[in-house]
C-alpha cells in the first residue's frame, strides 16, 4: 500500500511525531537501571583518630598523601558523628547499626551478645565474601559474620590487607572489614617514612603547649600517616586487579583522639569522625558533603548500595543518596553517648544543625579517661592544674561539678567552650533539643544505670575504688534491648 500526503504540513506532523517518539525511547533507554554487579566494599577502620587530623581535612602538618587522594577522587562528609567515642561500643554499634545502648555492650570491652543483628552477615547471606583484619574488639559472637578472620600483621594490623585481597575467591562481590590499630596508644615506631616533629605539631587550645605534648603529638601523627600509607597500598592493588571502579572504599574512626577532652568525650574533639567514600562508579570525584551522617549508617548503608533489605532491628539509615547528591538530607538529628569507659559516666548528646546538646547525669564527679590522667600531655595537664597555671580553655578534665547541660553554637565555638546553656536567648534552642533527646531517650528505651559499673581506676585526689569486677552485660543494657526492638528511630529521620 502506498502512503500518500496531500500536503508538506501533514508531513511534518508525522515527522515530529517521529521524532518524539525517539527521543522518548531514547530517554526510556537512559533511564533504565544499568546491568552493573553489586560495588565491593572496602571499609577502613582508623582507631583513635579525630574528624580534623587529616590533611583533606585542613591539618597544615599530618602527612595523610593516600588519604587526601581518597577524598579527591571521592566524597568528603564534614558532618559525620559516631553513636559513642570509646573503642569497643562504638565497633559494636557500627556492625549491628543500633545504639550501643541497645546492642548489649554499651560499655568499653563488653562483648557483643548473641543474636544481635549484623550486617557483614546479611551481605554473606546475599553472596558476599566477608573478612575482618585488624583490630576486632567485639566478642566472638562478632566474628561469625566474616569468612576470614585475622588478627592482621605489622604494628597497626594492617599488614596483610593487601594479601587479602590478592587471595579472594574472584567469583563473588567482597566486603572487607580492615581495622587498624592505629593510632590508638602505647605508640609504635614507624618505619615506613620520616617521623613528625615536635615542631610539625598543631597543639589543641584546651591541652598545655609544652615540649612534652608536642612529642606525644608527633608520635600520634606518626601513626596516622601509618594508616594513610596503608590505605595507599589497598588503593594501589585495587588499580592492579582492574578493580577500583567498582569497588567502594570507605574510611573513618571509631572514636576520637588519645588525648585529654577528646576520647570518650562528646565534644567534635571526640565523637566527630572523619568520613571518606570513594566509589568511582557511583560518586563523582572531589565532593564535599555537610549532610548530617552517624556512624549508625553505614552498615544500612552498604545494604542498600548491595541491594540487600536491611534487618527491621537496625536503627541507622541509609546515606546512599547523599553519595549522588552530596546536598541531600537523611536526618534532623544525630545521637550519641558516653558510657563507662574505665570510669563511671552517663553523658548523651544530640546534634542538630548549628547545635550541639550534651545531658550529664552525673555531674557530681570530673569527666575523665585514661588519657586525661596518664601519658605525657595528660601528666603536664595536672602539673600545671597543681600549679595553678591553666588558662580557662584548659581547665575542662578539672570541673567538679559539672554542667548538667551544655549547649554550643559550633560555627562560633569549633572547639564548645561558651556554654550558652544558660542564656535566655537561646532558650528556643535548648528546648528544642532537649525535646528531640527525650524523645530518643523514651523511642530506644535509653536508661540510667540504678547500679552502674564502678570506677576501675583511682580518680586523681580520690580513693581507691574497690576490687574491680566489670560485667559483662549490665542489666540496663538488658531491659533496653528488650524495650527497643524496632527499626529507625522516627525523631531522626527526615523522611
Not at 613528625?196 to 587550645?205: I, R
Not at 549508625?296 to 548503608?301: A, E, K
Request: proline share 9%.
Amino acid at each position: 500500500m502506498q502512503v500518500r500526503f496531500s500536503s508538506w504540513p501533514h508531513l511534518f506532523i508525522l515527522l515530529t511525531i517521529f521524532l518524539l517518539a525517539s527521543l522518548f525511547q531514547a530517554d526510556r533507554s537512559a533511564a533504565a537501571p544499568p546491568n552493573t554487579p553489586p560495588p565491593n566494599i572496602v571499609m577502613i577502620f582508623a582507631d583513635d583518630v579525630s574528624w580534623n587530623d587529616l590533611g583533606c581535612y585542613g591539618h597544615p602538618s599530618i602527612r595523610t598523601p593516600n588519604l587526601d587522594r581518597l577524598a579527591k577522587e571521592g566524597l568528603r562528609f564534614d558532618n559525620a558523628y559516631l553513636t559513642i567515642s570509646s573503642c569497643s561500643p562504638s565497633r559494636c554499634s557500627v556492625i549491628t547499626g543500633r545504639y550501643p545502648h541497645n546492642t548489649g555492650a554499651p560499655e568499653l570491652h563488653t562483648p557483643l551478645p548473641e543474636g544481635q543483628v549484623l550486617f557483614p552477615q546479611l551481605l554473606r547471606d546475599a553472596g558476599y565474601y566477608t573478612v575482618i583484619s585488624g583490630k576486632q574488639h567485639m566478642g566472638n559472637y562478632a566474628l561469625t559474620a566474616f569468612d576470614l578472620v585475622s588478627k592482621g600483621k605489622g604494628p597497626g594490623r594492617e599488614a596483610d590487607w593487601v594479601p587479602i585481597l590478592k587471595d579472594r575467591p574472584r567469583d563473588k562481590p567482597f566486603f572487607c572489614w580492615f581495622a587498624s590499630v592505629d593510632a590508638h596508644r602505647a605508640w609504635q615506631e614507624v618505619k615506613e617514612f620520616e617521623p613528625h616533629q615536635p615542631s610539625d605539631v598543631v597543639v589543641p587550645p584546651y591541652l598545655i603547649d609544652s615540649e612534652e605534648t608536642r612529642r606525644d603529638l608527633a608520635q600520634y601523627y606518626d601513626e596516622i600517616s601509618r594508616i594513610d600509607y596503608f590505605t595507599g597500598k589497598i588503593l594501589d592493588e585495587l588499580d592492579a586487579q582492574g578493580i577500583a571502579d567498582n569497588t567502594l572504599v570507605m574510611f573513618f574512626a571509631d572514636n576520637g583522639r588519645p588525648f585529654p577532652r577528646c576520647k570518650t568525650r562528646l565534644y567534635d574533639s571526640g565523637i566527630k569522625t572523619p568520613l571518606i567514600v570513594r566509589w568511582p562508579a557511583g560518586i563523582k570525584a572531589g565532593g564535599v558533603s555537610n549532610s548530617l551522617v552517624s556512624s549508625l549508617d553505614v552498615g544500612p548503608t552498604f545494604l542498600d548500595l548491595a541491594g540487600v533489605s536491611a534487618d527491621q532491628r537496625i536503627q541507622g539509615v541509609s546515606f546512599k543518596k547523599v553519595l549522588k547528591q552530596p546536598e541531600a538530607n537523611v536526618r534532623d538529628f544525630a545521637f550519641a553517648e558516653h558510657n563507662w569507659h574505665v570510669f563511671k559516666a552517663h553523658e548523651r548528646m544530640v546534634r542538630s544543625g548549628d547545635w550541639l546538646y550534651i545531658r550529664n547525669a552525673w555531674p557530681e564527679q570530673r569527666n575523665l579517661c585514661v588519657e586525661s590522667i596518664d601519658f605525657p600531655s595528660g601528666e603536664v595537664l595536672w602539673d600545671r592544674f597543681k600549679a595553678g597555671k591553666l588558662n580557662a580553655n584548659q581547665q575542662d578534665v578539672f570541673l567538679k561539678p559539672r554542667p548538667r547541660e551544655e549547649l554550643y553554637r559550633v560555627s562560633e565555638d569549633p572547639h564548645q567552650f561558651h556554654n550558652l546553656a544558660l542564656q535566655p536567648a537561646h532558650a528556643a534552642d535548648l528546648s528544642r533539643l532537649r525535646q528531640a533527646l527525650n524523645q530518643w531517650t523514651l523511642e530506644t528505651g535509653d536508661t540510667i544505670p540504678e547500679n552502674p559499673t564502678p570506677d576501675r581506676n583511682q580518680r586523681p585526689g580520690e580513693p581507691k575504688p574497690p576490687e574491680f569486677e566489670h560485667r559483662e552485660m549490665p542489666g540496663d543494657a538488658k531491659q533496653a534491648q528488650k524495650i527497643n526492638a524496632r527499626g529507625p528511630v522516627l525523631s531522626t529521620l527526615i523522611d
